[in-house]
């Protein structure tokens, strides 16, 4: 079946540092990729999405890059704030599999340090 | 209200209570979904209601039992429960246009005692 593996966390950084947060995936059809972000205290938000091979997703600085060679679509950010405090979740959806259904992996904590 | 809001936020139940979750969206969406998210663990979808019908099962025990009386509300009906239940339940809507994109709700964080 479907499957996302992202970097395990937490995650610590100084303000203003590169972020770099891996997630790697397997699917049976042709997949768009998620990376929501779950603020404390808060559901999940969709932070940007790719659709197609090659597509980038970008958003409030962060961006990621559908990677079908490498199976991969990891999530960067050139300066994060203490405000990206955040769990972040790679996902995918299978549109080949015919269902509604999102796979998630098992996020990544980022604590961003003044 | 906008988005998808969720009550109550917190709820404290003991194993013989019946309780309720209650899920709105007031995005025009016409699919609704249930996740379960535990610490440590991938978010495990429950249930999946596409223009009222449920749609998908992820071989969830019948303690929880889904309602989804129309395609903005979706309701959480719990009895019964085992501590191993404690958990953040989200709600989440989407439009059935191919995009998958879903929207979350803040989530009700569920204490078993």
């Known amino acids: 079946g479907d499957s996302v593996t992202q970097m395990e966390g937490p995650v610590t950084l100084s303000e203003e540092a590169f972020l770099t947060i891996n997630c790697t995936y397997t699917?049976?059809?042709?997949?768009?990729l998620f990376w929501y972000v779950q603020y404390p205290g808060e559901g999940l938000q969709l932070l940007l999405k790719?659709?197609?091979?090659?597509d980038k997703g970008s958003n409030k600085g962060f961006e990621a890059t559908y990677r079908k060679e490498t199976t991969s679509f990891h999530l960067e950010k050139g300066s994060v704030q203490v405000s990206d405090s955040a769990v972040y979740f790679c996902?995918?959806?299978?549109?080949?599999?015919?269902?509604?259904?999102?796979?998630f992996g098992k996020g990544t904590k980022l604590s961003v340090i003044p | 209200e906008t988005g998808v809001t969720q009550t109550p936020r917190h709820l404290v139940m003991g194993m013989t209570n019946k309780k309720s979750l209650k899920c709105e969206q007031h995005?025009?969406?016409?699919?609704m979904y249930w996740y379960k998210q535990s610490a440590k663990k991938p978010l495990e979808l429950m249930f999946v209601y596409n223009f009222k019908e449920q749609t998908e099962n992820n071989s969830v025990p019948s303690r929880f039992s889904p309602e989804c009386p129309n395609s903005s509300h979706l309701f959480l009906h719990l009895h019964t429960l085992q501590p191993e239940d404690s958990a953040l339940y989200l709600c989440?809507?989407?439009?059935?246009?191919?995009?998958?994109?879903?929207?979350f709700g803040p989530g009700t964080r569920l204490t078993v005692t």
């Open positions: 699917a049976t059809g042709y997949p768009s």
């Open positions: 996902a995918l959806s299978d549109q080949g599999a015919g269902s509604y259904q999102l796979t």
């Open positions: 995005l025009g969406h016409n699919a």
């Open positions: 790719a659709t197609k091979a090659d």
């Open positions: 989440a809507s989407s439009q059935d246009d191919g995009s998958y994109e879903q929207y």
